[in-house]
Structure formats: C-alpha cells, structure tokens
C-alpha cells in the first residue's frame, strides 16, 4: 500500500487533475475489482443504458462471474441491439467458459457471416465448441482458420492437438514445424511471450 500511494503521489504531481484521477480510478479498480463492480451497478441504476448494461457485463466477465456477465449481454441484447457483434463475442467467450458449447455455437453462428468472425478468437472457440460436441469435420474446418503464419501462437497448439487427436498427424506436423520456424525469427519479447507455445510445439513435435 505505502508503494501504491507514492504512485498516486507521483502522478498527481506530473499529470493534470482529470488524468490523475483515471489513473487513479484504475489501480483503485485492479486492487480492489468488486469496487469497480459495485460503482457500475449504481451507474446502471441511476442510468439503464445500453452503454452501462454492458461496461457492467464487461466487469462480471472479467472477474469471472460468468453467469452475472451473460445475464447483462442479454439485457443489453434485448432493446435495439440484437446484431451486436461486440457483446455476442464477449457471449461466446463466456459461455465457452461455462463449458455451455450448445449456446457457444447458438450464439457464434449469430455472427458467422460477419467478415470479423473470421481468423477471429470467437471462431477459435465456436471450433472447439463444435469439437467438445463431436461435430469432428465442422471443428476442423474452423480451427484451421486460425493456422495463420506469425500470428496465433497458442490458438495453432492447440489446432495441432486436435488434428493429432483426428489421426491426421502429417498436418499437425505441418503446423508445428511451420510454427518453430516462425519462432526463430522472433522478437526477444515475443519469444518471451510465447515460450510455453514453442516449447509445446517441439514437445508434441518429437511425439509424432
């Protein structure tokens, strides 16, 4: 706490009144996130808006309170926002959390058609969805849409570990391979970054 004040002291004296106080609202938020809970729910109160419906959600979703984050995606949903490709993302990540794979796919197919479906996380999930639902050719069909070069490091593990699961190891060899020689050209944080990947990758390389 003695350090947590003297950064509060310090950037109330470098910054203006207004930054200081964000600043501020925000480390007060990471050390204590049912306060930042408690503050959206009276603003919900005083205002039910679209807008506060959702920073609420946002809230739960982060602390983990899974069903509380569903229940206000909802309501939000429920007034002019029924396309809402924001708030059926942030659904799907819940629900995924939940292991509730029914509603993942219920919700990820809401949006499918949606140009930023693709590649994305929430098709990366509608995959696995649709995989822990034995639906084996559609899974594959959209996990390896994130089998992108450079990019999605842990998503293609994984990619890798389902098509292993499948039989199909000759592809996920591919995958692996291509995805240790991307990690030679890696910056020194990324590979910091991706560690755990690369050392997976050449793990369940050498068990094929």
């Known amino acids: 706490m003695p350090l947590i004040g003297s950064i509060i002291y310090l950037i109330t004296q470098v910054y203006n009144q207004r930054d200081a106080d964000t600043i501020t609202k925000n480390i007060t938020n990471i050390i204590n996130?049912?306060?930042k809970i408690k503050d959206l729910e009276g603003q919900l109160e005083l205002?039910?808006?679209y807008q506060n419906r959702v920073d609420l959600a946002d809230a739960y979703l982060q602390l983990g309170n899974y069903e509380?984050?569903?229940?206000?995606?909802k309501a939000a949903l429920d007034g002019n926002f029924q396309n809402d490709l924001y708030v059926i993302k942030q659904m799907v990540e819940a629900f995924y959390k939940l292991n509730d794979f029914e509603s993942v796919v219920i919700y990820?197919?809401?949006i499918g058609a949606h140009s930023e479906f693709n590649t994305s996380?929430?098709?990366f999930l509608y995959g696995l969805a649709l995989k822990a639902l034995g639906k084996l050719e559609d899974a594959e069909q959209n996990?390896?849409?994130i089998d992108i070069r450079f990019s999605h490091y842990n998503e293609r593990v994984v990619y890798a570990k389902f098509l292993i699961e499948i039989g199909k190891t000759s592809n996920a060899k591919t995958v692996l391979e291509e995805l240790l020689k991307e990690g030679k050209h890696m910056t020194k944080p990324?590979?910091?970054l991706y560690k755990?990947?690369?050392v997976e990758s050449e793990q369940l390389l050498n068990t094929i």
Do not use: F, G, M
């Open 190 to 192: 990324n590979k910091k």
């Open 121 to 123: 996380r929430t098709q």
């Open 47 to 49: 205002a039910d808006t």
């Open 33 to 35: 996130p049912t306060k």
């Open 68 to 73: 509380n984050a569903i229940n206000n995606y």
């Open 196 to 198: 755990l990947a690369l």
């Open 143 to 145: 996990l390896s849409a």
């Open 108 to 110: 990820a197919e809401k």
